[in-house]
């Protein structure tokens, strides 16, 4: 394994070194005590040059790809998770200098888990769990109210090679300010953990929404949602890469708003000549990587076309028992639209569920995705309230 290292302090904010960062009982791994020896000496953690891998199972690592000539594992477990920075940001570059990061929206706080009560968790995987918290009264400025808290273990991190894919996701969410994109409020770290402080969202996952499938006129609302935001990445040069119905979950103002961008990839982190690894959840994943294919902005429009597949039958269009027969059905395009499903919607779920990306609705232009006759009578500008003036970090 090659020697890989947390980011940076800064990244979440201050932190004590004198704890370990591994489970109780654990001896810390080498990597972290290179890590916290390097802060000591004032030296910058460097990143890993392997791209990294899924926080739950990507399907690069529970399932071998259709084309690897490898069987079938039996025993694998039908989803798999992402992680951002698929082909990461090539090195070894002798240009110029790179601009400094811009300074972050939301503040990098000293807190520790000791100044929240837990009210109860609201997710989890395997090196992280979100759970619903409330600051404590006497607590320092900065985080106020209940908010949702992402607790992502720093051993675990480690062990998964997740340590590109943290500090991305924290830096992307920071960047972004859209009604449709979760908020991050804060971050801070212990000796444990890393975490992000994000608004609460009450109003339930579309996952619950869909159950046995929505009417038309339903599906039509939420994917119009879906569009606005993909629109939005896409105009920041982000791709999310694992939209499904679990990410999209419904804010205060009645609309959904996507969560967890731990598979998103910047499109110009992406190494020129170097296929990207496949990422987010297998069910999901764009028949493009399964060919080698580059990430294009409409790799997302592949995920609309399965949101709206989803809404309208109740399951996704591609699903078996194990994640490699899931993957195989994608690189063969082996789906059906049920005869039910509304001609309209029919029409966009195989033009956006097509192999070559370019030939997807909106793959050059969002406003073709927004013509097709599926979205007739949309006011595209109301779908989202008008977002409020941003708020200075306390």
């Given at each position: 394994m090659?020697?890989v290292?947390?980011?940076?302090p800064?990244?979440?904010?201050?932190?004590?070194?004198?704890?370990?960062?591994?489970?109780?009982?654990?001896?810390?791994?080498?990597?972290?005590?290179?890590?916290?020896?390097?802060?000591?000496?004032?030296?910058?953690?460097s990143?890993?040059?392997?791209?990294c891998?899924?926080?739950r199972?990507?399907?690069?690592?529970?399932?071998?790809?259709?084309?690897a000539?490898?069987p079938?594992?039996?025993?694998?477990?039908?989803?798999?998770?992402?992680?951002?920075?698929?082909?990461?940001?090539?090195?070894?570059?002798?240009?110029?200098?790179?601009?400094?990061?811009p300074?972050?929206?939301?503040?990098?706080?000293?807190?520790?888990?000791?100044?929240?009560?837990?009210l109860?968790?609201l997710?989890e995987?395997?090196?992280?769990?979100?759970?619903?918290?409330?600051?404590?009264?006497?607590?320092?400025?900065?985080?106020?109210?209940?908010?949702?808290?992402k607790?992502?273990?720093?051993?675990?991190?480690l062990?998964?090679?997740?340590?590109?894919?943290?500090?991305?996701?924290?830096?992307?969410?920071?960047?972004?300010?859209?009604?449709?994109?979760?908020?991050?409020?804060?971050?801070?770290?212990?000796?444990?953990?890393l975490y992000?402080g994000?608004?609460?969202?009450?109003?339930?996952?579309?996952?619950d929404?869909?159950?046995?499938?929505m009417?038309?006129a339903?599906?039509?609302e939420?994917?119009?949602?879906?569009?606005?935001?993909?629109?939005?990445?896409?105009?920041?040069?982000?791709?999310?890469r694992?939209?499904?119905?679990?990410n999209?979950v419904?804010?205060?103002?009645?609309?959904?708003?996507?969560?967890?961008?731990?598979?998103c990839?910047?499109?110009?982190?992406?190494?020129?000549?170097?296929?990207?690894?496949?990422?987010?959840?297998?069910?999901?994943?764009?028949v493009e990587?399964l060919?080698?294919g580059p990430?294009?902005?409409?790799?997302?429009l592949?995920g609309?076309?399965?949101?709206?597949?989803?809404?309208?039958?109740?399951?996704?269009?591609?699903?078996?028992?194990?994640?490699?027969?899931?993957l195989?059905k994608?690189?063969?395009?082996?789906?059906d639209?049920?005869?039910?499903?509304?001609?309209?919607?029919a029409?966009?779920?195989?033009?956006?569920?097509?192999?070559?990306?370019?030939?997807?609705?909106?793959?050059?232009?969002?406003?073709?995705?927004?013509r097709?006759?599926?979205?007739?009578?949309?006011?595209?500008?109301?779908?989202y309230p008008?977002?409020?003036?941003?708020?200075?970090?306390p």
């Amino acid at each position: 394994m090659p020697a890989v290292m947390l980011p940076e302090p800064a990244s979440f904010g201050p932190m004590s070194l004198s704890e370990s960062c591994s489970p109780p009982g654990a001896s810390p791994p080498k990597a972290l005590e290179d890590l916290v020896c390097a802060i000591r000496l004032g030296r910058s953690p460097s990143k890993s040059p392997s791209p990294c891998s899924s926080g739950r199972r990507s399907p690069s690592e529970g399932a071998a790809p259709p084309d690897a000539g490898a069987p079938p594992d039996a025993g694998g477990s039908p989803s798999a998770g992402g992680s951002p920075g698929a082909g990461g940001s090539p090195g070894g570059s002798s240009g110029p200098a790179a601009a400094p990061p811009p300074a972050p929206r939301a503040p990098r706080l000293e807190l520790s888990m000791a100044d929240f009560e837990v009210l109860g968790q609201l997710g989890e995987g395997s090196y992280s769990q979100v759970v619903l918290a409330r600051i404590r009264a006497g607590s320092p400025p900065g985080a106020a109210g209940e908010v949702a808290l992402k607790v992502m273990d720093k051993f675990l991190v480690l062990r998964e090679k997740r340590l590109d894919a943290v500090k991305l996701e924290r830096d992307v969410l920071d960047e972004l300010t859209h009604p449709g994109v979760a908020r991050l409020l804060f971050s801070f770290q212990d000796a444990r953990s890393l975490y992000l402080g994000m608004g609460a969202l009450r109003g339930g996952e579309l996952y619950d929404r869909i159950g046995a499938g929505m009417g038309v006129a339903e599906a039509r609302e939420a994917l119009s949602q879906v569009v606005e935001v993909v629109d939005y990445l896409r105009g920041r040069g982000v791709v999310h890469r694992d939209l499904k119905p679990e990410n999209l979950v419904y804010g205060d103002h009645g609309r959904l708003v996507l969560c967890d961008f731990g598979s998103c990839l910047r499109l110009a982190d992406q190494a020129e000549g170097r296929p990207p690894a496949l990422e987010g959840t297998a069910e999901y994943v764009a028949v493009e990587c399964l060919d080698k294919g580059p990430v294009t902005p409409a790799y997302d429009l592949w995920g609309v076309g399965c949101l709206l597949y989803q809404m309208l039958v109740g399951r996704p269009p591609f699903r078996e028992a194990t994640e490699y027969l899931t993957l195989l059905k994608i690189k063969e395009l082996d789906f059906d639209v049920p005869a039910s499903v509304d001609p309209d919607a029919a029409d966009l779920i195989r033009g956006l569920l097509q192999r070559d990306p370019m030939q997807r609705p909106g793959a050059r232009d969002m406003d073709e995705l927004r013509r097709h006759p599926f979205f007739r009578g949309v006011d595209w500008g109301a779908v989202y309230p008008e977002e409020p003036a941003e708020e200075t970090p306390p």
